[in-house]
């Protein structure tokens, strides 16, 4: 899995970008992107981090945000307007290492005969 840094000793923040394409290539404009990130418990689960956005007429999204220092895992869901979705999971280091940084996904919803692209960027300002 990819990393993307936890900020403990810093408040820079990391910052998701990307731009969505359908399968003719047009933006996906609609499209609800979601960056969240959680934190094991013992009582189970704990949401720290929750942004959502829909992207922008051209395709594209931006979303900065602190990382909690608690926070174990990230997020990045994308939710197309038929209801299909797609996660994408990032462990959080402590050492602030960033991995993955530049990702292409072609996500095949083979039921509807097409093909969306998600780009996404990770990094910290």
Do not use: W
Not at 1 to 6: A, F, G, S
Not at 25 to 42: H, L
Not at 106 to 111: M, P
């Amino acid at each position: 899995m990819p990393e993307i840094p936890r900020h403990d000793s810093c408040n820079l923040p990391t910052v998701v970008t990307g731009r969505i394409l359908d399968e003719k290539g047009m933006p996906a404009t609609g499209t609800k992107v979601s960056f969240f990130g959680r934190e094991s418990r013992k009582n189970g689960i704990h949401i720290t981090f929750d942004i959502v956005q829909r992207v922008a007429a051209d395709g594209s999204y931006r979303i900065a945000t602190v990382i909690p220092p608690k926070t174990g895992s990230a997020i990045l869901r994308i939710e197309f307007s038929d209801y299909n979705f797609f996660l994408y999971t990032f462990d959080v280091k402590v050492n602030g290492e960033l991995k993955g940084r530049n990702n292409s996904v072609e996500i095949a919803t083979e039921r509807h005969g097409k093909k969306t692209v998600a780009d996404f960027q990770l990094r910290r300002l």
